[in-house]
């Protein structure tokens, strides 16, 4: 419980801090996020409508769309980041303050700060835009990768927003994203691109089978040997930054006694096996 009420409070500090750094550092000076929260900025750019009420109105058909096969706790999650995020920055709003006019100290410090709100949200089982969850559904379906979906779509709104405000603002936006992303990898272990994961146990085959339904990861199965704790099996699979933490609630079970670690993936060559519906529930295959 204590462990659940902590997650939940850092998810929604992470809210807003995202908030923050939007309202207050990059929307002054038209400095675009990307995704569904970008788009957003543009239409309040535009036609003044409010900021907050945008996010939370176009996110909710993404969320709705993708969220359903990503589970009920990741879903709720990210629901109650969305709303605490579109509440603050109706909040931020308000108050008559910028942090600075300067379109560069705006880009690096409103990179970092965004980063770190987005971060905390992701390290958390949530996620702050939609374009991410239809991502994630994407991948599944594809040998494409979350952060391949979620960069074409960052093509398109930084495209608009040179159409629109100038390629000075294009530019300093994909300056602001590049920043996001670095800091959002540096507090979640996880990225866009793929993570190799491998855990030692002695409870292979359930993990394995946990991995599956859950993640609908295939795992390979490998005998190991501990110099002082004997016979063990080593589990090796790929997933993405936003599987991480699902398989983190997976190994913290009661009943598990497993050792992970987790390392950056710069290049996947050849198919990239994701389960089907027709596959056995027990099924274990080269990742």
Request: hydrophobic fraction near 50%; charged fraction near 15%.
């Amino acid at each position: 419980m204590k462990q659940t009420i902590l997650k939940t409070f850092l998810l929604m500090l992470g809210a807003v801090i995202a908030a923050f750094a939007l309202e207050k550092i990059l929307v002054p000076v038209m400095i675009l996020d990307g995704g569904i929260v970008g788009v957003s900025m543009i239409i309040n750019s535009l036609t003044k409508f409010p900021l907050g009420a945008l996010t939370i109105v176009l996110n909710l058909p993404f969320v709705i769309v993708g969220g359903r096969s990503l589970g009920k706790e990741f879903w709720l999650r990210t629901i109650a980041a969305m709303a605490v995020f579109s509440a603050s920055l109706s909040l931020f709003e308000c108050l008559e303050f910028t942090v600075t006019d300067d379109e560069l100290l705006a880009v690096v410090f409103g990179g970092i700060i965004l980063g770190c709100g987005v971060g905390l949200i992701i390290r958390n089982g949530g996620c702050l835009d939609g374009t991410e969850t239809v991502a994630i559904l994407v991948s599944k379906k594809s040998n494409f990768s979350v952060g391949q979906v979620v960069l074409c779509f960052n093509v398109i709104i930084y495209s608009m927003a040179g159409l629109l405000f100038g390629l000075n603002h294009a530019m300093y936006s994909l300056l602001t994203y590049f920043i996001v992303s670095k800091v959002v990898d540096f507090i979640n272990t996880g990225m866009d691109q793929g993570k190799a994961v491998i855990i030692i146990t002695n409870q292979g085959q359930l993990i394995a089978d946990d991995i599956y339904q859950v993640l609908g990861r295939t795992v390979t199965i490998m005998p190991g040997e501990g110099l002082l704790s004997g016979k063990k099996e080593v589990l090796y699979c790929v997933i993405t930054r936003m599987e991480l933490s699902m398989l983190r609630r997976i190994l913290e079970k009661d009943d598990y006694t497993a050792f992970m670690t987790i390392s950056d993936v710069s290049e996947i060559v050849g198919k990239h096996i994701k389960s089907s519906k027709g596959a056995p529930p027990r099924a274990v295959s080269a990742e």
